[in-house]
């Protein structure tokens, strides 16, 4: 596989979120209750095969814990997507999604990068409201999808979303020949419901 198809896709949130859970269910389908706290980050990769062509995703999962931050800014460049994910049970996360958006507007090399908010942990009793999620998301001119990690509930279509955003975006040919990535984004959403 040539270096063309790699993609880089940033996974951010608050500790706690289930964004490593995302991350192991998309890759191995598997899923644990008690899964270890990420310290600093985590790399892992998956073929996606969309309209024929493969594309090596490179999941670059950090640690939500503030003590980490400091490792991060290196990990923004060349990212090319970031899923934003925050528990739908817990409004402290999802009120600092607000502080993650500035962190990636603050660091990334790609001033439009296209993102998708994430609201997990459908398996739970909500505190927060898809329509919030929603309205974040729309605001921030993010795609937005909830799901739930335990139930493996649309967990492949955040991947799947994102991988199709970055590359119908005709400035992704330009990026992989070396130009700057300038992405320009709508306001499209994706809606979904878990039903465990």
Known sequence: MSDDTIIKLLILGESGVGKSSLVRQFIENKFEDNYDVTIGMEFKTKVMK??????????WDTAGAERFRS?????????????L????????????LDSWMIE?????????????V?????DKNRVVSRNEGLKFARKNRS?????????????ADVFQNIVEKIISCEQFDAKR??????????DETISSSCQC
Do not use: H, W
């Open 50 to 59: 969309i309209n024929d062509v493969n594309y090596k995703l490179a999941l």
């Open 71 to 83: 490792l991060t800014p290196s990990f923004y460049r060349k990212a090319m997507g970031a899923v």
């Open 85 to 96: 994910v925050y528990d739908i049970t817990n409004l402290d996360s999802f009120a600092k």
């Open 104 to 116: 990636l507007e603050n660091y990334s090399d790609n001033p439009n990068i296209p993102t998708i």
């Open 118 to 122: 994430v609201g997990n942990k459908l």
């Open 143 to 155: 795609l937005f999808i909830e799901t739930s990690a335990k139930c493996d509930q649309f967990v």
């Open 177 to 186: 020949n070396g130009n700057t990535l300038n992405i320009m984004q709508n």
